[in-house]
């Protein structure tokens, strides 16, 4: 059964510095992969998808993501992060089960921005 | 505006009650999920709906029980079976398909009390 993990629970840094929040899967063929975000009592917004080609990939808010094969991972990226980017992130990896698109979710990773 | 519409945003049950919470979209999708999101546990599929009148279980279906009457509507019932309730609710949809972004309501808050 395909899972996701995103070793990091919280995250703290520091507005106007670069970020990189990890996610790692496990899945047998080439999986669908996706990070969301998500602000406090609501619900998920995409940020961006690897589905084929190239293996970056650009999303909204100024967001990058990378999906290396060899490594199982496909890592959030920003360059220079602002206040509002604090919320909790979720890597997910899609996979078709007879027909059906299933997501399976990491256990999130909280991100605290300081001054 | 097209979205998912969830309702009620808080819900409180007493233990033993069945509870029902709604999800209408008007983004004409065929699929649509229930996902449960506890503390520290990411998001649990419950149930999931590829078509009208046809739904399968998710990973933690036990406790809860869904129709699909309508193509805008998937309502999640929180039986009283269900041990541990409390908890958020997030109803999505989707186009079809492998790959197809899947679209979040804003969520309900369920508290048994």
């Known amino acids: 059964a395909q899972s996701v993990t995103q070793p990091d629970i919280h995250i703290t840094v520091s507005e106007g510095a670069s970020l990189e929040l990890r996610c790692n899967y496990s899945y047998g063929a080439t999986p669908y992969l996706f990070w969301y975000v998500q602000s406090p009592g609501q619900g998920l917004q995409l940020l961006l998808k690897?589905?084929?080609?190239?293996?970056l990939v650009q999303g909204i808010k100024g967001f990058e993501a990378e999906f290396k094969r060899s490594q199982s991972s496909f890592n959030l990226r920003k360059p220079s992060v602002h206040w509002s980017d604090a919320a909790e992130y979720f890597c997910a990896v899609g996979v078709v089960v007879f027909g059906n698109e299933k997501l399976t979710f990491g256990t999130g990773t909280r991100l605290t921005i300081i001054p | 505006d097209g979205g998912i519409t969830q309702s009620p945003k808080y819900l409180f049950r007493k233990e033993g009650q069945n509870v029902t919470l709604s999800c209408e979209q008007n983004l004409n999708h065929d699929a649509m999920y229930w996902y449960r999101q506890d503390p520290g546990q990411g998001l649990r599929l419950i149930y999931y709906s590829q078509i009208v009148n046809d739904f399968q279980k998710g990973d933690i279906a036990e406790g809860y029980s869904v129709s699909r009457e309508k193509k805008e509507s998937f309502p999640l019932t929180v039986t009283s079976a269900q041990k541990n309730p409390t908890a958020f609710y997030l109803c999505?949809?989707?186009?079809?398909?492998?790959?197809?972004?899947?679209?979040f309501g804003e969520g309900s808050w369920l508290t048994v009390v």
């Open positions: 690897y589905f084929s080609g190239d293996t």
């Open positions: 999505a949809s989707s186009v079809s398909g492998p790959g197809n972004t899947i679209y």
